[in-house]
């Protein structure tokens, strides 16, 4: 190998580390949340900031997932009725079902 072949193929491997950053972030994972039996399932879910979670209803009764700090709302979801949201910002986002406020769950964003 001469030189400059070597030169570049060393060159070439510093760069691809770069050429990750520069190509964009991965992309966005998404998240299944069931309610069902007056639950969350599951009920504490760890994902990355730009996530989206989908709330799925699967009792009879209708349910929201509201964020405490009311940042997000899914709104009612009648049985088999989905919602997703979008986590923006790292932290805990605690939210609970409005008209069961005993349901509650968290989301863990990093």
Sequence with gaps: MTGINR???V??????PLATLIAGP??????RVRI?????HP?????????RVEFTNMDSTPHT?????????TAQLGRGKS???????AGDHSYY???????KGVIRAR
């Design 26 to 31: 991965a992309r966005a994972a998404t998240h």
């Design 11 to 16: 060159v070439g491997l510093a760069a691809a």
């Design 97 to 103: 079902c409005r008209p069961h406020p005993a349901m």
């Design 83 to 89: 919602a997703k949201i979008v986590i923006s910002s």
């Design 65 to 73: 997932a509201t964020a405490v700090y009311k940042r997000w709302d």
């Design 7 to 9: 030169r570049l193929v």
């Design 43 to 51: 009920a504490e879910l760890d994902v990355s900031v730009g996530d």
């Design 36 to 40: 069902k039996g007056f639950q969350y």
